[in-house]
Nanobody
C-alpha cells in the first residue's frame, strides 16, 4: 500500500512562508493524482491544490498566486510552497494521492500537519 507523511507545518506570521512536504512510501507505483487539502475546525475539508501526471494543476481560488504544488519523483515527495500566508489559511493540511494498487484505484491520505498563521 501507500503511506504518506506530511511535514513542514508550524506557526508563522501573516505574510510569511512555509513549505509542506509529503513523503510517500510503500507501493508508490501508478500514482496519477497528487493533492493537498486543508480543514479548519468545524469546517469542511477543501481542496487546496492538485496535480496530475499529465502536468495539469488546479488551485483553490483563495490560494492562486500564493501557493504552488510541485514534486520530486526521485524522492517520492510532493511539496506545497505557501507564500504570503494569511490568517484564513490556518488549518490542518493533508496530503492525498490517488494510486492504482492491485488493479484498483484508491485514495491515500496522510495524517495531516498543522499550519497556524497568527501575529
Amino acid at each position: 500500500q501507500v503511506q504518506l507523511v506530511e511535514t513542514g507545518g508550524g506557526l508563522v506570521q501573516p505574510g510569511g512562508s512555509l513549505r509542506l512536504s509529503c513523503a510517500a512510501s510503500g507501493s508508490v507505483f501508478n500514482i496519477n493524482i497528487r493533492g493537498w487539502y486543508r480543514q479548519a475546525p468545524g469546517k469542511q475539508r477543501e481542496l487546496v491544490a492538485e496535480s496530475t501526471n499529465g502536468g495539469s494543476t488546479n488551485y483553490a481560488d483563495s490560494v492562486k498566486g500564493r501557493f504552488t504544488i510541485s514534486r520530486d519523483n526521485a524522492k517520492n515527495t510532493v511539496y506545497l510552497q505557501m507564500n504570503n500566508l494569511k490568517p484564513e489559511d490556518t488549518a490542518v493540511y493533508y496530503c492525498k494521492v490517488n494510486a492504482v494498487v492491485a488493479g484498483w484505484t484508491n485514495a491515500y491520505w496522510g495524517r495531516g500537519t498543522q499550519v497556524t498563521v497568527s501575529s
